[in-house]
């Protein structure tokens, strides 16, 4: 049976960005959908899900921080909820700031790359990016469950009784790293090495932040966590059974 070829939409305005990127990709062997702004964007996304899409900040309409916002809300519309809220995101962009990245980050995007760029370099981070999802799916128990909370790996939820807890894509995958390794401590490093293709270009501010919203979500007593503890001077473990 021939092998199905994953599928990478391109987002962005410029033509020519488009091509170079489109050459590299099927070059290296993927499926390549095109789009030049938002609308046409969202209408592939609907009716053709790609297996990871590369979204240029810089749109008409629609910016791509308000696409990745939108795919990442759990709460869509009707006409978005067969979309699935887990479909990774590359940003592309020319803004340098760190605050952007951050932003990429904090809002769901699971890398960021910024103009100009490498188109080798981006084929590895799409390869890099997809390999992660596919290692986030283990065939070791895919339901972990600690206090009230049961997260679930297949479907990439967590669930506090009957409830949904809304997540992003990379706090999900932050908070079912740590809780199947209970009671190891982690430093900030070591988890932005196995949850971030370009960890070379963060800082530990990143890990910071997405620790304090998971804690928002989860911990009853966000400043004295049950959970997601801190050890001071080194980082952080999830306090198992």
């Given at each position: 049976?021939?092998?199905?070829?994953?599928?990478?939409?391109?987002?962005?305005?410029e033509?020519?960005?488009?091509?170079?990127?489109?050459?590299?990709?099927?070059?290296?062997?993927?499926?390549?959908?095109?789009?030049?702004?938002?609308?046409?964007?969202?209408?592939?996304?609907?009716?053709?899900?790609?297996?990871?899409?590369v979204l240029?900040?810089?749109?008409?309409?629609m910016?791509?921080?308000?696409?990745?916002?939108?795919?990442?809300?759990?709460?869509?519309s009707?006409?978005?909820?067969?979309?699935?809220?887990?479909?990774?995101?590359?940003?592309?962009?020319?803004?340098?700031?760190?605050?952007d990245?951050?932003?990429?980050?904090?809002?769901?995007a699971?890398d960021?790359?910024?103009?100009?760029f490498?188109?080798?370099?981006?084929?590895?981070?799409?390869?890099?990016?997809?390999?992660?999802?596919?290692?986030h799916?283990?065939p070791?128990?895919?339901?972990l469950?600690f206090?009230?909370y049961?997260?679930?790996s297949?479907?990439?939820?967590?669930?506090?009784?009957e409830?949904f807890?809304?997540?992003?894509?990379?706090?999900?995958d932050?908070?079912?790293?740590?809780?199947?390794?209970?009671?190891?401590?982690?430093?900030?490093?070591?988890?932005?090495?196995?949850?971030?293709?370009?960890?070379?270009?963060?800082?530990?501010s990143v890990?910071?932040s997405?620790?304090?919203r998971?804690?928002?979500?989860?911990?009853?007593?966000?400043?004295?966590p049950?959970?997601l503890?801190?050890?001071?001077?080194?980082?952080?473990?999830?306090?198992?059974?």
């Amino acid at each position: 049976m021939p092998r199905v070829r994953p599928t990478i939409l391109v987002v962005d305005d410029e033509t020519r960005t488009r091509e170079i990127i489109r050459k590299y990709l099927e070059q290296a062997d993927f499926r390549v959908l095109e789009a030049e702004n938002s609308d046409q964007a969202l209408k592939i996304i609907q009716h053709n899900p790609p297996n990871l899409i590369v979204l240029d900040v810089m749109l008409p309409g629609m910016d791509g921080f308000e696409i990745t916002r939108l795919l990442r809300d759990k709460d869509k519309s009707d006409d978005w909820m067969k979309v699935d809220s887990n479909i990774p995101i590359i940003l592309l962009t020319a803004r340098k700031e760190e605050i952007d990245r951050v932003f990429g980050f904090e809002i769901g995007a699971d890398d960021y790359v910024v103009k100009p760029f490498s188109p080798r370099e981006l084929v590895g981070r799409v390869k890099a990016v997809l390999r992660r999802g596919d290692s986030h799916n283990p065939p070791k128990p895919s339901v972990l469950r600690f206090g009230d909370y049961a997260i679930d790996s297949v479907s990439r939820t967590l669930m506090l009784h009957e409830t949904f807890v809304t997540l992003t894509s990379k706090d999900f995958d932050l908070l079912f790293f740590l809780a199947s390794h209970p009671n190891q401590v982690f430093t900030h490093e070591q988890l932005l090495n196995a949850l971030w293709a370009n960890a070379a270009d963060l800082d530990s501010s990143v890990v910071t932040s997405r620790i304090y919203r998971l804690r928002e979500k989860i911990e009853a007593d966000p400043d004295n966590p049950i959970f997601l503890q801190t050890v001071w001077g080194v980082g952080y473990k999830f306090q198992g059974d």
